[in-house]
């Protein structure tokens, strides 16, 4: 990623979640950090994704392409991975791989994570 300024970033990936005695529970989040590219999103960008997932807190990533990312994906009920940046969290929602012989690396768009969202949702069903 020598063409962009690089900044150190972590995917946050989470394994898949089981049933234990009929109760929800999540799988367990594992970290990698790695250096990428780190820039807002522009419009071009901002069209490619639904439309709900539009907004003004959306980023593009460059990351190296040895790496692998999942995005999420509403249909199929699959949470995407997470970048972390300076202790804010954002989904990966778009992840693209290029591979033109140049310089080959990841694409992806991250939109900003509203507050506990993963955490959240594991301790509203204990109350339940």
Not at 93 to 110: K, R, T, V, Y
């Amino acid at each position: 990623m020598s063409l962009f300024k690089s900044v150190e970033l972590a995917k946050i990936s989470f394994s898949a979640g089981s049933y234990n005695k009929g109760r929800w529970v999540e799988g367990e989040e594992s970290k990698e950090v790695f250096s990428g590219s780190w820039q807002p999103a522009n419009g071009q960008d901002l069209y490619k994704l639904p439309q709900g997932k539009r907004s003004n807190a959306t980023f593009k990533v460059f990351a190296p392409i040895e790496m692998s990312f999942t995005a999420a994906d509403a249909k199929n009920g699959v949470s995407g991975d997470r970048i972390e940046k300076d202790g804010e969290r954002y989904e990966v929602i778009l992840a693209s791989q290029w591979d033109n012989g140049l310089l080959p690396h990841w694409e992806l768009l991250c939109k900003k994570e509203k507050e506990g969202s993963q955490d959240d949702k594991s301790e509203s069903e204990d109350a339940v």
